[in-house]
C-alpha cells in the first residue's frame, strides 16, 4: 500500500512471467546494475528494494519476484494482493511468454481491478533478429487493456530505468488520486489494510477492464 | 528397585500426546498437558489473575512515570482522565472500535468531525480510572491455581513493560502520551473477551492505524521516527495481549494447526528432488545452513511478539538463500527459494503453523507485511502452506497412482518398485548397516539412530550403576563414620570428672582446704 500520507510513497511491485524471460536478470540489473555476473555478492534476487526521488517526493520501491513455474501458479493471488504495481515480462524471441502475460493480465484485472499499474515487458530486444512477438501488436494489446508497454534488454541495459520510473509516476499519481478521493484523510480503508492471508474462495472480482492509465 | 523400569520410559504413548482431559485434541507441555480449549477453561481465573496483575503493573509504571514527569508538568493532564467516573465497564455495549477516537495530542489540531468528539466523551468513560477497579473485586475470589506460570509471564511483561517505558522516556511529552494510549488500549481489550479474532484484529489494528496516524504528524512525516516507535508500541500490547489473542478458541485455528501438522507428516515420503529444489545437501556447509533454517523456522512458535515471528522467517529465509547460493553460485530467485522453503516446512513441521501465520497476519504492523522485506518471506511462507496443502501428484512431476501409493505408504519413492521386502538385516550390527546404506540412506540414518539410542541406553546404565555404587558408598561410609565414632566412644566412656584444681592464687580459693598460706619463719641463730 502506498504509505506515508504526502510526504513518502512505499510502493510493492510484484514481477510475473513465464520462466526464463528475464525477471530476475531485470531487477538485478535495475536495482544492482549486475547481469549474469558470474561474481555476483548479491544473496538474492527474489526480493530487491530501491530508493528513488521523483519530483522532490521519496519513493520506496519493493520488487518482488515470484516464482514462475507452472505448479505454483495457483499461489499468485497470494503474492499479488495489496501491491501498487505488477511487471508483466515477456520475452521477444517466445510468443508463448507473450500469451501467458495476456492470461496474467486477466487475471489481475479480475481480482485486483483498476488499483493496479500494469507494465508490459518485452524483453531481450537485443536478439531482435529472432523476434516473435510483433511490437505493434503487443503495444495494441496493452493499450487495450489499460497497461503501457516497454521494451528493455537486461543484457544491454536498455529500457530499464525508463520502465520503473515511468511506473512509479503512475503509481503516485494513482495514490495521491486515492488520497483525494478519501477526502485526505492519511488512513487506508479497513479492507485494503488488511495483510496476507490465506483464504481458499475467490475474492468478488472487481469491475473488469477500463483505462487506469490516468491522463 | 522401581528405577530400572522407569528408565526404560523414553518411547511416547500416542495418548501420552493427547490432551489430559480426553477431549481428543493434543496436549501441550506448555498447558500442563492439556490442549488450549481445556488449558483455557481450567485456568481462566489465573488469566484473570494475569489481567489484574497487569494492571496493577500498569498502574504502578504509570505512578513512576507520574513522579518522572511531574517536575517538567503542568497538573492539566491529571484532571482529564480523573474527571469521569463510571463504576462498572461496559463490555457488551462498548463500540468495537471505541479505543479508534483515542484522547489526542495536545499538539495536534483537532481536525475531528463532531461525530468523532461524541466518541471520544463515551470512550473515555470506559477508560477512566474507575473501570480499572472492576476486575479486583473478582480477584478476592479468584483462586490461582498455577502462580509458577503467571508469574513467569508476568516477569516478562514486567521486563517488556520497563523496556518500553524507558524507550519513551527519550520521548519526553509524546512518550507519555503514547504509553497512557496504549495502557488505556489494553485496558479496553480487557473487556473484549467475547469479540472474535477478526474483531479484536480490527481493534489492534485500527489503533495501530490510529497510533500511527498522529505520530506521523508529531513526527512530521519521517516514517523512521513513526516506524521506531510503532515497533516498540506493537512489542509492547503484543506482549500483554499475546495470551488472549493468540489461538483464540472463537476460531478453528487449532483444528488447522493439527490439519496441517498431520498433512506435512503424511508427506514424509516427500524428496528434495521432487520439489525441484537446488540445494545439494552433500555439501556440508549447505546441510549446515539447512538445519538452522528448520531451527529458525521452528523456533517462531516460542515468540510472543508479531514482529519476533517474522524476525524468525526472515532468519529462516537467509539461510535458506546461503544455502541456494553456495549450491548454485548465483543469486537465489523466487524460483529457487519458494522450493526450498516448502523443503524446509515439511522437515521442520513447526508447531503450530496455522496459529502463528494467522496470529502475525492479524495483529502485525501492517506496513512491515505489505512492503518490507519480512513481508515477503511472510508471503513466502503463506504460499508454502497454501502450497502443502493443495499439493498433488501433478505439482511434483508424479502420476495420481504414483502419488497415492505414496500416500497411502505402500510404497517409498526411494525404490523403483513396491513389491518385496526391506533389504533390512536384523541383527542391526555395524556390518549390515553398512551395506543398507548403499541401498538406502534413509535405512541408514535409522540404524546410525538406533545405534546411538543403543549406546545411549548403555551409558544411562552405566550410569544408573555408578549412582548406585556412589550411593552405597555413601552409606557405607556414613556407617563407617558411625562404628568410627562408637568405637572411639567405647573406648573412651565419658567420665564426669570433678574440675580440675584451681591454681593456688585464684582469688577465690577457697582457704580451708589449703593449707595455710607460708608465714616466715624465724630462725634464731
Ligand atoms: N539475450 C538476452 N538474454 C537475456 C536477457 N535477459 C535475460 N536473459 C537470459 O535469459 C535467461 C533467463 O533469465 P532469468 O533472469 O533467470 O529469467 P527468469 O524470468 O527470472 O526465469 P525464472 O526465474 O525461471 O522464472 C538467462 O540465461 C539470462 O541470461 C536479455 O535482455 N537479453
Ligand atoms: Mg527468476
Same mark, same amino acid.
Given at each position: 500500500?502506498?504509505?506515508?500520507?504526502?510526504?513518502?510513497?512505499?510502493?510493492?511491485?510484484?514481477?510475473?512471467?513465464?520462466?526464463?524471460?528475464?525477471?530476475?536478470?531485470? %531487477?538485478?540489473?535495475?536495482?544492482?546494475?549486475?547481469?549474469?555476473?558470474? +561474481?555476483?555478492?548479491?544473496?538474492?534476487?527474489?526480493?530487491?528494494?530501491?530508493?528513488?526521488?521523483?519530483?522532490?517526493?521519496?519513493?520506496?520501491?519493493?520488487?518482488?519476484?515470484?516464482?514462475?513455474?507452472?505448479?505454483? +501458479?495457483?499461489?499468485?493471488?497470494?503474492?499479488?494482493?495489496?501491491?501498487?504495481?505488477?511487471?508483466?515480462?515477456?520475452?521477444?524471441?517466445?510468443?508463448?511468454?507473450?500469451?501467458?502475460?495476456?492470461?496474467? %493480465?486477466?487475471?489481475?484485472?479480475?481480482?485486483?481491478?483498476?488499483?493496479?499499474?500494469?507494465?508490459?515487458?518485452?524483453?531481450?530486444?537485443?536478439?531482435?533478429?529472432?523476434?516473435?512477438?510483433?511490437?505493434?501488436?503487443?503495444?495494441?494489446?496493452?493499450?487495450?487493456?489499460?497497461?503501457? +508497454?516497454?521494451?528493455?534488454?537486461?543484457?544491454?541495459?536498455?529500457?530499464?530505468?525508463?520502465?520503473?520510473?515511468?511506473?512509479?509516476?503512475?503509481?503516485?499519481?494513482?495514490?495521491?488520486?486515492?488520497?483525494?478521493?478519501?477526502?485526505?484523510?492519511?488512513?487506508?480503508?479497513?479492507?485494503?489494510?488488511?495483510?496476507?492471508?490465506? %483464504?481458499?474462495?475467490?475474492?468478488?472480482?472487481?469491475?473488469?477492464?477500463?483505462?487506469?492509465?490516468?491522463? | 528397585?522401581?528405577?530400572?523400569?522407569?528408565?526404560?520410559?523414553?518411547?511416547?504413548?500416542?495418548?501420552?500426546?493427547?490432551?489430559?482431559?480426553?477431549?481428543?485434541?493434543?496436549?501441550?507441555?506448555?498447558?500442563?498437558?492439556?490442549?488450549?480449549?481445556?488449558? $483455557?477453561?481450567?485456568?481462566?481465573?489465573?488469566?484473570?489473575?494475569?489481567?489484574?496483575?497487569?494492571?496493577?503493573?500498569?498502574?504502578?509504571?504509570?505512578?513512576?512515570?507520574?513522579?518522572?514527569?511531574?517536575?517538567?508538568?503542568?497538573?492539566?493532564?491529571?484532571?482529564?482522565?480523573?474527571?469521569?467516573?463510571?463504576?462498572?465497564?461496559?463490555?457488551?455495549?462498548? @463500540?468495537?472500535?471505541?479505543?479508534?477516537?483515542?484522547?489526542?495530542?495536545?499538539?495536534?489540531?483537532?481536525?475531528?468531525?463532531?461525530?468523532?468528539?461524541?466518541?471520544?466523551?463515551?470512550?473515555?468513560?470506559?477508560?477512566?480510572?474507575?473501570?480499572? &477497579?472492576?476486575?479486583?473485586?473478582?480477584?478476592?475470589?479468584?483462586?490461582?491455581?498455577?502462580?509458577?506460570?503467571?508469574?513467569?509471564?508476568?516477569?516478562?511483561?514486567?521486563?517488556?513493560?520497563?523496556?518500553?517505558?524507558?524507550?519513551?522516556?527519550?520521548?519526553?511529552?509524546?512518550?507519555?502520551?503514547?504509553?497512557?494510549?496504549?495502557?488505556?488500549?489494553?485496558?479496553?481489550?480487557?473487556?473484549?473477551?467475547?469479540?472474535?479474532?477478526?474483531?479484536?484484529?480490527?481493534?489492534?489494528?485500527?489503533?495501530?492505524?490510529?497510533?500511527?496516524?498522529?505520530?506521523?504528524?508529531?513526527?512530521?512525516?519521517?516514517?523512521?521516527?513513526?516506524?521506531?516507535?510503532?515497533?516498540?508500541?506493537?512489542?509492547?500490547? &503484543?506482549?500483554?495481549?499475546?495470551?488472549?489473542?493468540?489461538?483464540?478458541?472463537?476460531?478453528?485455528?487449532?483444528?488447522?494447526?493439527?490439519?496441517?501438522?498431520?498433512?506435512?507428516?503424511?508427506?514424509?515420503?516427500?524428496?528434495?528432488?521432487?520439489?525441484?529444489?537446488?540445494?545439494?545437501?552433500?555439501?556440508?556447509?549447505?546441510?549446515?545452513?539447512?538445519?538452522?533454517?528448520?531451527?529458525?523456522?521452528?523456533?517462531?512458535?516460542?515468540?510472543?511478539?508479531?514482529?519476533?515471528?517474522?524476525?524468525?522467517?526472515?532468519?529462516?529465509?537467509?539461510?535458506?538463500?546461503?544455502?541456494?547460493?553456495?549450491?548454485?553460485?548465483?543469486?537465489?530467485?523466487?524460483?529457487?527459494?519458494?522450493?526450498?522453503?516448502?523443503?524446509?516446512?515439511?522437515?521442520?513441521?513447526?508447531? $503450530?503453523?496455522?496459529?502463528?501465520?494467522?496470529?502475525?497476519?492479524?495483529?502485525?504492523?501492517?506496513? $512491515?507485511?505489505?512492503?518490507?522485506?519480512?513481508?515477503?518471506?511472510?508471503?513466502?511462507?503463506?504460499?508454502?502452506?497454501?502450497?502443502?496443502?493443495?499439493?498433488?501428484?501433478?505439482?511434483?512431476?508424479?502420476?495420481?497412482?504414483?502419488?497415492?501409493?505414496?500416500?497411502?505408504?505402500?510404497?517409498?519413492?526411494?525404490?523403483?518398485?513396491?513389491?518385496?521386502?526391506?533389504? /533390512?538385516?536384523?541383527?542391526?550390527?555395524?556390518?549390515?548397516?553398512?551395506?543398507?546404506?548403499?541401498?538406502?540412506?534413509?535405512?541408514?540414518?535409522?540404524?546410525?539412530? /538406533?545405534?546411538?539410542?543403543?549406546?545411549?541406553?548403555?551409558?544411562?546404565?552405566?550410569?544408573?550403576?555408578?549412582?548406585?555404587?556412589?550411593?552405597?558408598?555413601?552409606?557405607?561410609?556414613?556407617?563407617?563414620?558411625?562404628?568410627?565414632?562408637?568405637?572411639?566412644?567405647?573406648?573412651?566412656?565419658?567420665?564426669?570428672? @570433678?574440675?580440675?584444681?584451681?591454681?593456688?592464687?585464684?582469688?577465690?580459693?577457697?582457704?580451708? $582446704?589449703? @593449707?595455710?598460706?607460708?608465714?616466715?619463719?624465724?630462725?634464731?641463730?
Amino acid at each position: 500500500m502506498a504509505a506515508g500520507g504526502s510526504r513518502s510513497f512505499s510502493f510493492k511491485v510484484v514481477l510475473l512471467g513465464e520462466g526464463c524471460v528475464g525477471k530476475t536478470s531485470l %531487477v538485478l540489473r535495475y536495482c544492482e546494475n549486475k547481469f549474469n555476473d558470474k +561474481h555476483i555478492t548479491t544473496l538474492q534476487a527474489s526480493f530487491l528494494t530501491k530508493k528513488l526521488n521523483i519530483t522532490g517526493k521519496r519513493v520506496n520501491l519493493a520488487i518482488w519476484d515470484t516464482a514462475g513455474q507452472e505448479r505454483f +501458479h495457483a499461489l499468485g493471488p497470494i503474492y499479488y494482493r495489496d501491491s501498487n504495481g505488477a511487471v508483466l515480462v515477456y520475452d521477444v524471441t517466445d510468443e508463448d511468454s507473450f500469451l501467458k502475460v495476456k492470461n496474467w %493480465v486477466k487475471e489481475l484485472r479480475k481480482m485486483l481491478g483498476n488499483d493496479i499499474c500494469l507494465c508490459i515487458v518485452g524483453n531481450k530486444i537485443d536478439l531482435d533478429k529472432d523476434r516473435h512477438v510483433a511490437v505493434d501488436e503487443a503495444e495494441r494489446y496493452a493499450e487495450s487493456v489499460g497497461a503501457r +508497454h516497454y521494451h528493455t534488454s537486461a543484457k544491454l541495459n536498455k529500457g530499464i530505468e525508463e520502465l520503473f520510473l515511468d511506473l512509479c509516476k503512475r503509481m503516485m499519481e494513482t495514490a495521491q488520486a486515492d488520497e483525494r478521493l478519501k477526502g485526505g484523510g492519511a488512513g487506508q480503508s479497513v479492507a485494503s489494510r488488511r495483510g496476507v492471508q490465506i %483464504v481458499d474462495d475467490e475474492p468478488q472480482a472487481a469491475a473488469a477492464g477500463g483505462c487506469c492509465s490516468s491522463g | 528397585m522401581s528405577q530400572r523400569t522407569e528408565r526404560r520410559g523414553i518411547h511416547v504413548d500416542q495418548s501420552e500426546l493427547l490432551c489430559k482431559k480426553g477431549c481428543g485434541y493434543y496436549g501441550n507441555a506448555a498447558w500442563q498437558g492439556l490442549c488450549s480449549k481445556c488449558w $483455557r477453561e481450567e485456568y481462566q481465573r489465573a488469566r484473570q489473575k494475569q489481567i489484574q496483575e497487569d494492571w496493577a503493573l500498569a498502574e504502578k509504571l504509570q505512578r513512576e512515570e507520574e513522579v518522572a514527569y511531574a517536575s517538567s508538568q503542568g497538573p492539566q493532564s491529571q484532571s482529564q482522565s480523573q474527571s469521569q467516573s463510571q463504576p462498572q465497564p461496559l463490555a457488551q455495549s462498548t @463500540p468495537p472500535h471505541g479505543h479508534a477516537s483515542l484522547a489526542p495530542f495536545s499538539k495536534f489540531e483537532e481536525k475531528k468531525t463532531n461525530e468523532k468528539m461524541r466518541k471520544v466523551t463515551t470512550v473515555k468513560k470506559f477508560f477512566s480510572p474507575s473501570t480499572r &477497579m472492576a476486575p479486583k473485586k473478582e480477584s478476592q475470589e479468584g483462586k490461582t491455581p498455577s502462580p509458577s506460570i503467571s508469574r513467569q509471564t508476568s516477569m516478562e511483561t514486567d521486563r517488556v513493560s520497563k523496556d518500553f517505558l524507558e524507550f519513551l522516556k527519550n520521548l519526553q511529552r509524546p512518550g507519555r502520551e503514547i504509553h497512557k494510549q496504549c495502557r488505556a488500549f489494553i485496558e479496553s481489550m480487557a473487556n473484549k473477551k467475547d469479540l472474535g479474532a477478526d474483531e479484536l484484529s480490527e481493534c489492534v489494528q485500527d489503533f495501530y492505524q490510529n497510533l500511527s496516524d498522529r505520530l506521523m504528524s508529531h513526527f512530521k512525516g519521517s516514517s523512521e521516527s513513526v516506524e521506531r516507535v510503532m515497533d516498540q508500541v506493537e512489542k509492547y500490547i &503484543m506482549t500483554r495481549l499475546y495470551k488472549s489473542v493468540f489461538c483464540p478458541e472463537t476460531t478453528d485455528d487449532e483444528k488447522k494447526d493439527l490439519a496441517t501438522q498431520h498433512r506435512i507428516r503424511a508427506l514424509h515420503w516427500v524428496t528434495i528432488e521432487m520439489l525441484c529444489v537446488s540445494m545439494d545437501e552433500e555439501i556440508p556447509e549447505v546441510s549446515d545452513n539447512v538445519v538452522k533454517a528448520i531451527t529458525d523456522v521452528i523456533e517462531m512458535d516460542s515468540k510472543r511478539v508479531p514482529r519476533d515471528k517474522l524476525a524468525c522467517i526472515t532468519q529462516c529465509s537467509k539461510h535458506i538463500f546461503t544455502a541456494i547460493k553456495i549450491t548454485k553460485n548465483e543469486p537465489a530467485s523466487a524460483d529457487d527459494f519458494l522450493p526450498a522453503l516448502i523443503y524446509i516446512v515439511l522437515k521442520a513441521n513447526p508447531p $503450530r503453523l496455522q496459529s502463528n501465520i494467522q496470529y502475525i497476519t492479524r495483529f502485525c504492523n501492517p506496513s $512491515r507485511l505489505m512492503t518490507g522485506e519480512d513481508g515477503y518471506y511472510f508471503t513466502n511462507l503463506c504460499c508454502a502452506v497454501a502450497f502443502i496443502e493443495k499439493l498433488d501428484g501433478q505439482s511434483l512431476n508424479l502420476s495420481t497412482e504414483e502419488f497415492e501409493r505414496y500416500m497411502s505408504g505402500q510404497a517409498s519413492p526411494r525404490r523403483p518398485t513396491d513389491d518385496g521386502s526391506w533389504p /533390512l538385516e536384523v541383527d542391526g550390527s555395524a556390518s549390515s548397516s553398512t551395506t543398507t546404506a548403499a541401498v538406502n540412506p534413509v535405512l541408514a540414518q535409522l540404524h546410525h539412530n /538406533l545405534e546411538l539410542l543403543s549406546s545411549l541406553n548403555i551409558r544411562q546404565d552405566r550410569l544408573a550403576e555408578a549412582a548406585q555404587g556412589l550411593q552405597a558408598e555413601l552409606a557405607s561410609w556414613e556407617e563407617g563414620v558411625q562404628r568410627e565414632v562408637q568405637d572411639i566412644l567405647e573406648r573412651y566412656p565419658l567420665e564426669i570428672r @570433678p574440675p580440675p584444681e584451681s591454681a593456688i592464687d585464684t582469688e577465690n580459693a577457697e582457704s580451708d $582446704r589449703l @593449707p595455710p598460706p607460708l608465714t616466715p619463719q624465724v630462725f634464731a641463730g
